[in-house]
Every structure is written in C-alpha cells, then in structure tokens.
Nanobody, 117 residues
Framework: QVQLVESGGGLVQPGGSLRLSCVAS????????MGWYRQAPGKQRELVAT???????NYAAAVKGRFTISRDNAKNTVYLQMNSLKPEDTAVYYC???????????WGKGTLVTVSS
C-alpha cells in the first residue's frame, strides 16, 4: 500500500502561481508513473499531467505551457508548478501513483486550488 500526501493548495489570484507537492510512502517510488489529476465542482476527474521515472512527461492541452510536472526520485516526491493560473483551474488536485504492469494505482486525498480575485 502506498500513501500519497498532497500539499501546496490554496487561494490565488488569476495570473498567479502555486506549487503543489506530493510525497509517496514507498521505497519503490521509481516503479510508478506519477500523475496529477483535478476535479472541479460538478465535473469528472481529469488528467492534468503525468511523469515517468525517467522524466518523460505528458500534459493536458488546457495546461500545456503553463504547468510543469517534475519528480525527485530521491525524495519520493512529485511536484506540479502552476503558473498563469485561471479561474477555470479551480479544482481539487489529486496525486496518483500508477503501475499498470502490476495493476496498482493509488490516490491521495487531494488539495484544493482556488483561483479567484
């Protein structure tokens, strides 16, 4: 079982920045594809970005060029740097650790990001 703990959410004005962090309680951090997802009120959870152990990344079209995902395998931590935030980025952001080969996928409890003036 892997526990994921997110932090860094909060209230920010449009155009501002936030950095989310997610720490994983596992000695096998490197075997997981790490991802950030978000769920806005009344909407389904959606992919924001993913990062493989070697550093390859994927982004949703809505955040490409504004958000950056990164990971520190030595610290078992994945980050999401969010710049040029928009009101439509308001959501609960969830961290995910996935290894489809082993059939394992874990979720954090989420951290709320509110973009509002």
């Amino acid at each position: 079982q892997v526990q994921l703990v997110e932090s860094g959410g909060g209230l920010v004005q449009p155009g501002g920045s936030l950095r989310l962090s997610c720490v994983a309680s596992t000695s096998a951090f490197g075997i997981y594809v790490m991802g950030w997802y978000r769920q806005a009120p009344g909407k389904q959870r959606e992919l924001v970005a993913t990062i493989f152990s070697g550093g390859s990344t994927n982004y949703a079209a809505a955040v490409k060029g504004r958000f950056t995902i990164s990971r520190d395998n030595a610290k078992n931590t994945v980050y999401l740097q969010m710049n040029s935030l928009k009101p439509e980025d308001t959501a609960v952001y969830y961290c995910n650790a996935d290894n489809s080969f082993l059939g394992r996928s874990y979720w954090g409890k989420g951290t709320l990001v509110t973009v509002s003036s």
